[in-house]
């Protein structure tokens, strides 16, 4: 595996990276109108047409989180899984856009009745290594926010709209320079990676849901390896990043990749235990909210 590449703040002068960021950001918005109609033309090769939705089991789906939550014997429709998907991927979407820009997601990416963002701050990174990811990482969770919406109303759906979101729940997620956020942002994709893995099942009856969402898992996959290598080779020293429940493999030197060492294979997670994550309740189900989320997920799957 082949280092990151940095470059010390003396020899580029610190405010290379930030530079970096905004060009990033910059390019990003400049193509959000291409990156739509791209999203458009993808979904129609997918064949998420709105005709769709009787192939997709489509659940009735609230837009404030009221809605039953489905009992244990029932399985999720395709759209509720897929709006299970929306709030994690609308938490990540606005982390990495306040750190980036600080500020959050444009109005018509959050939905008509969005909640409200708390502990959003930029950073001014010291290294452009790190600031290039976390540039990325802002682009294309976006981008997976805007995808998500498009493929849920496609197929005769109503995407959830953001529900309200404290990012910085507790000191321990708090992110204010590189070390940090590669810390903690390692953490949170290696539990979307999980989350995705265990919501595979519940997309089957909708091969072509299932191949985008499967598109989705890998891009997230290589956002944690990315991470994983920042933490281990960080300038100066590794970084902790702790373990986001029980079964994380926190990046070191002896473990690389996050593997169970007996079968060789990445976590898998269900629904319940990545809302005792997100809800920063581990080991307790049947909570409906707290941690990153204050008010709980929108949709019908919210209670862990």
């Given at each position: ?6 470059t ?15 060009q ?34 489509v ?10 939550i ?6 999720p ?5 897929l ?11 606005s ?28 950073v001014?990174?010291q ?63 290696a539990?979307?990676v ?20 499967a ?19 960080f ?34 997670r ?13 080991g ?21």
């Amino acid at each position: 595996m082949s280092k990151l590449s940095y470059t010390s703040p003396e020899q580029e002068g610190v405010s290379t990276g930030e530079e970096q960021l905004v060009q990033e950001a910059k390019l990003f918005a400049e193509n959000r109108s291409a990156a739509r109609m791209n999203r458009r033309r993808l979904l129609t090769n997918l064949g998420l047409a709105a005709g769709a939705a009787g192939v997709l089991g489509v659940a009735g789906c609230s837009d404030d989180g009221t809605a039953p939550i489905p009992s244990p014997t029932t399985t999720p429709s395709v759209v509720d899984v897929l709006n299970f998907a929306l709030n994690l991927e609308y938490f990540e979407a606005s982390l990495y856009s306040y750190i980036v820009t600080g500020s959050g997601l444009s109005s018509a990416d959050m939905g008509s009745s969005p909640g409200t963002v708390t502990g959003g701050a930029k950073v001014t990174f010291q290294y452009s290594a790190i600031a290039n990811i976390a540039a990325n990482l802002m682009a294309e969770e976006v981008q997976h926010v805007e995808f998500l919406r498009s493929a849920i109303t496609s197929a005769g759906g109503t995407p959830i709209s953001m529900p309200s979101l404290n990012l910085v729940p507790a000191t321990a997620y708090a992110i204010t320079n590189d070390q940090t956020f590669v810390s903690v942002a390692r953490t949170i994709e290696a539990v979307g990676v999980s989350a995705y893995e265990g919501a595979a099942q519940y997309l089957t009856s909708a091969p072509s849901v299932l191949t985008f969402a499967a598109s989705i898992h890998d891009l997230e996959a290589q956002h944690e390896g990315a991470l994983r290598q920042a933490c281990i080779y960080f300038p100066g020293g590794s970084v902790t990043s702790a373990p986001a429940d029980s079964m994380d493999i926190p990046p070191t030197t002896a473990a690389i990749f996050n593997t169970n060492p007996s079968t060789g294979l990445n976590t898998v997670r269900t629904v319940s235990q990545v809302l005792q994550i997100v809800y920063a309740t581990p080991g307790v189900t049947g909570t409906t909210k707290g941690g990153f989320f204050p008010n709980g997920l929108n949709g019908n799957l919210y209670m862990s």
